[in-house]
T-cell receptor, first 113, second 113 residues
């Protein structure tokens, strides 16, 4: 089946610290992979995506690489800011299984000054 | 920019009331989705639609129904609201294709008393 497993939160970091949020998946075929971010009181926004193996998605200093051999799509940022405090969701969209996305449970990040 | 709007940001209803949540997208997307988001459970798919008048059950359709009479509009209906339906409801849309991004509305926070 299709599923996403994210590291549990909450995660608290000091400003300028390095961030990693782990995401692994199981999927039928070769899915597209996504990271979404949800700021307090808002809906989800696309942060980055990768559509095939070894692709790297990047945006706003965040990066994630599609690793087929380890079925992973870990989110990283070299230096977090207070404004990065949000909930982060990993998601996959498999081919040929209809139109459904599969989301992880989300990881809450708080960055303190 | 893709715009997904939801009719209300906050809603308070009484047990047994019929509740309508409306969602409109302006990008001519084929697919539309309703999720509910609860702490610790992530996003759970209630219903989705891949065309006008078409609907598919998601993971938790019990107690809900949907309507899609026009391509841009997807309504979620709680026939008789119950307290366990208190939640954040998120609408999303995307064009068909597994590499495509799903776009979210700002969410409706529903409280059923």
């Amino acid at each position: 089946g299709n599923s996403v497993t994210q590291m549990e939160g909450p995660v608290t970091l000091s400003e300028e610290a390095f961030l990693t949020i782990n995401c692994t998946y199981t999927a039928t075929g070769y899915p597209s992979l996504f990271w979404y971010v949800q700021y307090p009181g808002e809906g989800l926004q696309l942060l980055l995506k990768a559509t095939k193996a070894d692709d790297k998605g990047s945006n706003k200093g965040f990066e994630a690489t599609y690793r087929k051999e380890t079925t992973s799509f870990h989110l990283e940022k070299g230096s977090v800011q207070v404004s990065d405090s949000a909930v982060y969701f990993c998601a996959l969209h498999p081919p040929n299984t209809g139109n459904q996305f599969y989301f992880g449970t989300g990881t809450s990040l708080t960055v303190i000054p | 920019d893709v715009k997904v709007t939801q009719s209300s940001r906050y809603l308070v209803k009484r047990t047994g009331e019929k509740v309508f949540l409306e969602c409109v997208q302006d990008m001519d997307h084929e697919n539309m989705f309703w999720y509910r988001q609860d702490p610790g459970l992530g996003l759970r798919l209630i219903y989705f639609s891949y065309d006008v008048k078409m609907k598919e059950k998601g993971d938790i359709p019990e107690g809900y129904s949907v309507s899609r009479e026009k391509k841009e509009r997807f309504s979620l209906i709680l026939e008789s609201a119950s307290t366990n339906q208190t939640s954040m409801y998120l609408c999303a849309s995307d064009p068909q294709g597994y590499q495509e991004t799903q776009y979210f509305g700002p969410g409706t926070r529903l409280l059923v008393l």
